[in-house]
């Protein structure tokens, strides 16, 4: 089991442009979630998906949007990235309701937006 | 008042210390308690998970919950200079709803 994989690692954007973070998941978890960490900051839920064909905003939603594309995968895009959007971006997922409440982060993504 | 306090200072111990963590919470909703411990450059792993009050202890790791306090600690025994990381407690009212609130993180390092 790979667990929760992310793509890219790194990534440098320049202000406007846009971009995909991937994330799949083979734990067959339903939920999964997209955040962020900046220093000072701890984790901030952008956006997360309950279950195959939901999704719904965090804390910070503003800028990205977000697709479940299927029980495993959940992306993140920036449209238009800003400086105030770099930061570390990790995915993570989990199976609610089953007892077992807590979350499986991936290796995240590092963006640098110039 | 944020959900989650936790202090962020770091925290520099020699190796053999026992190191002492601990977060407080506003919602008396939270069932589920969790810390994370992170290395860096690496994402969040779970440590230690526990439901409810009471101990927990596993190997050099001990995590107890007041849910009367609504505080939370991390206890790790005899500390090696491979436990520095950052750890982060989470916590969440579970039933389905498994949003987790976070505290901000405290960065250990522990000194051979």
């Known amino acids: 089991n790979a667990g929760v994989t992310q793509t890219p690692k790194f990534q440098v954007l320049k202000t406007g442009q846009s971009m995909t973070l991937q994330c799949a998941q083979d734990?067959?978890?339903?939920?999964m979630y997209w955040y962020r960490q900046d220093p000072g900051m701890g984790l901030r839920l952008i956006y997360y998906?309950?279950?195959?064909?939901?999704?719904d905003k965090g804390e910070v939603p503003n800028g990205y949007n977000v697709s479940r594309l299927n029980k495993r995968e959940f992306s993140l895009r920036l449209e238009s990235a800003a400086p105030s959007q770099t930061s570390v971006y990790f995915c993570?997922?989990?199976?609610?309701?089953?007892?077992?409440?807590?979350?499986?982060f991936g290796p995240g993504t590092r963006l640098l937006v110039l | 008042q944020k959900e989650v306090e936790q202090d962020p200072g770091p925290l520099s111990v020699p190796e053999g210390a026992i190191v002492s963590l601990n977060c407080t919470y506003s919602?008396?909703?939270?069932?589920?308690f969790m810390w994370y411990r992170q290395y860096s450059r690496k994402g969040p792993e779970l440590l230690m998970y526990?439901?409810?009050?009471g101990n927990k202890e596993d190997g050099r790791f001990t995590a107890q919950v007041d849910k009367s306090s609504k505080y939370i600690s991390l206890f790790i025994r005899d500390s090696q200079p491979s436990d520095s990381a950052t750890y982060l407690c989470?916590?969440?009212?579970?039933?389905?709803?498994?949003?987790?609130?976070f505290g901000k993180g405290n960065q250990v390092v522990v000194i051979p």
């Open positions: 989470a916590m969440s009212e579970g039933y389905g709803n498994n949003r987790l609130a």
């Open positions: 734990m067959n978890h339903n939920s």
């Open positions: 993570a997922s989990s199976i609610p309701g089953t007892g077992e409440e807590t979350q499986y």
């Open positions: 919602n008396s909703a939270f069932q589920y």
């Open positions: 526990t439901y409810s009050s």
């Open positions: 998906s309950a279950s195959e064909g939901t999704t």
